[in-house]
C-alpha cells in the first residue's frame, strides 16, 4: 500500500468472495412493503413473459391494487421477530458458512428483488478486497425465473464496473449426490419425530407456467430427476406436485392443493415437504404447513406432516459447503 502514489485510491488486499442468493421478501409485512417487493419481482421479464407495453398495465391496474393486502395477511402468519423468514434463514446459511471458511474467505448474502441488493453487496464485497467471486443462486432446479435472473442481474452489475472481479457461478444441483444426500438424513429426521408413519411422501416445488417447459426450460425434467434420486435413496415412493399457481396460464401439474385434497378424501396420511426450496418461506410455511394443512383437512384427511427445508441445518450447510468448495477449486 506505502508504495501507492498519494492520489491512488486505497487498494484492499485481495480475497475470495463467496454470495449467496436467494429471491427476496418484503421489509416488512404490510400492503406497501408488500407492494414494491412485488413491482420488483413481477417486472422482471424472466419471470413474467408476456411484453411490458401489455403486462403492466395489468400489473399496475389490477395485481398491485389487489394482491399485497391480501399477501400481507399471508406473510403476517408466518413473520417473526427477527423478520420474514426467507431472510433470517438466508442470513443464518451465510453467517454459518463465513464461520466455517474462516476470515480469510467472505461470505456474503443478498436477493434478487430487495434488500440486500444484488449489487450494493457486490460493491462491499469488492470494496473488501475480493476480487474473485462465487456466486450461489439458491435454487437446486435450474429455472429461466430464478437461477437465469440471478446470473443476469451479476452480470448487468459487472458491467457498470471498471474493474471487474473474476466470477463464477455455483452450477443447479439437483441431481447432486450431496444434495440428495442431505434431503434424505433431513427427511428421515422429520419422518422420525412423527407419530404416525405417512402413507405418501409429497415433495412439491414451485410451479411454473407449463410453457416454459415446451420452450426448453429444464425446470421440470430436474424438479422430476431430484424426486427419483431421493426416492431411491429413501427406499420408497416420493410423489411430486407443483404448488403456488399465479395467474391465468396454464402451470405445471398436478397442482399441490389438488393433491392434498385427493389424498385427504382418499383417507391417505401425507408428509409433505419442499426440496425446490433452500430456506422456509411463505410459499412453504403459510402455503404448505398452514393453508395445504386446511385444505387437506377440509377434506377429510387426519393425518398431516410438513417437513422443514434444509435451511440452515448441519445437512443443509453441509451440502452447501462440499458445493462452494468443489467451484472454488484452484481459487482457495
Ligand atoms: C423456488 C423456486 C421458485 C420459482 C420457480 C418461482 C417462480 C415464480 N414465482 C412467481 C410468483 C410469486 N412467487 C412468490 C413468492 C416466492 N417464490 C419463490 C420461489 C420461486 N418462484 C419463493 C422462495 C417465494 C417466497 C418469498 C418470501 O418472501 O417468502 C410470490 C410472492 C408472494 C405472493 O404474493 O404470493 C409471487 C407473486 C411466478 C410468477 C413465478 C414464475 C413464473
Ligand atoms: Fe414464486
Ligand atoms: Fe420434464
Known amino acids: 500500500m506505502s508504495s501507492l502514489p498519494p492520489s491512488h485510491s486505497p487498494v484492499a488486499a485481495p480475497r475470495v468472495g463467496v454470495l449467496l442468493v436467494n429471491l427476496g421478501t418484503p421489509d416488512a409485512p404490510d400492503a406497501p412493503s408488500v407492494r414494491k417487493y412485488l413491482a420488483e419481482f413481477l417486472s422482471d421479464r424472466r419471470v413474467v413473459e408476456i411484453p411490458p407495453i401489455l403486462w403492466q398495465p395489468i400489473l399496475r391496474g389490477i395485481i398491485l391494487t389487489t394482491r399485497p393486502k391480501k399477501s400481507a395477511h399471508a406473510y403476517q402468519q408466518v413473520w417473526t421477530d427477527a423478520g420474514s423468514p426467507l431472510a433470517v434463514i438466508t442470513r443464518a446459511q451465510a453467517d454459518t458458512l463465513q464461520a466455517t471458511f474462516g476470515d480469510d474467505m467472505m461470505v456474503a448474502h443478498a436477493m434478487r428483488y430487495g434488500e440486500p ?9 469488492i470494496a473488501a478486497g475480493c476480487r474473485r467471486i462465487l456466486v450461489a443462486p439458491l435454487y437446486p432446479q435450474y429455472c429461466g425465473a430464478t437461477t437465469a435472473t440471478v446470473v443476469d442481474a451479476v452480470n448487468a452489475h459487472l458491467a457498470t464496473l471498471r474493474w471487474q472481479p473474476a466470477l463464477r457461478f455455483v452450477p443447479p444441483y439437483h441431481d447432486d449426490a450431496a444434495y440428495i444426500g442431505a434431503l434424505k438424513t433431513s427427511i428421515e429426521a ?139 477449486a484452484g481459487w482457495l
Open 117 to 125: 441488493a444484488i449489487g450494493k453487496t457486490l460493491d462491499t464485497m
Open 190 to 328: 422429520g419422518l422420525a419425530t412423527l407419530d404416525f408413519v405417512p402413507d405418501v411422501l409429497l415433495a412439491s416445488f414451485h410451479g411454473m407456467p407449463e410453457r416454459t417447459l415446451h420452450l426448453g426450460d429444464p425446470y421440470h425434467c430436474q424438479c422430476r430427476k431430484t424426486a427419483r434420486l431421493l426416492s431411491e435413496a429413501l427406499g420408497r415412493p416420493v410423489d411430486v406436485a407443483f404448488q403456488s399457481r399465479f395467474g391465468r396460464a396454464k402451470w405445471l401439474e398436478p397442482a399441490t392443493d389438488a393433491v392434498l385434497t385427493d389424498l385427504g378424501k382418499a383417507g391417505q396420511s401425507v408428509a409433505i415437504f419442499a426440496p425446490g426450496f433452500a430456506a422456509d418461506c411463505l410459499e412453504t410455511l403459510e402455503e404448505l404447513a398452514i393453508r395445504g394443512k386446511e385444505q387437506f383437512t377440509i377434506a377429510g384427511g387426519t393425518q398431516f406432516a410438513y417437513l422443514p427445508c434444509l435451511n440452515d441445518g448441519a445437512p443443509g450447510q453441509k451440502m452447501l459447503e462440499t458445493l462452494i468448495r468443489r467451484e472454488l
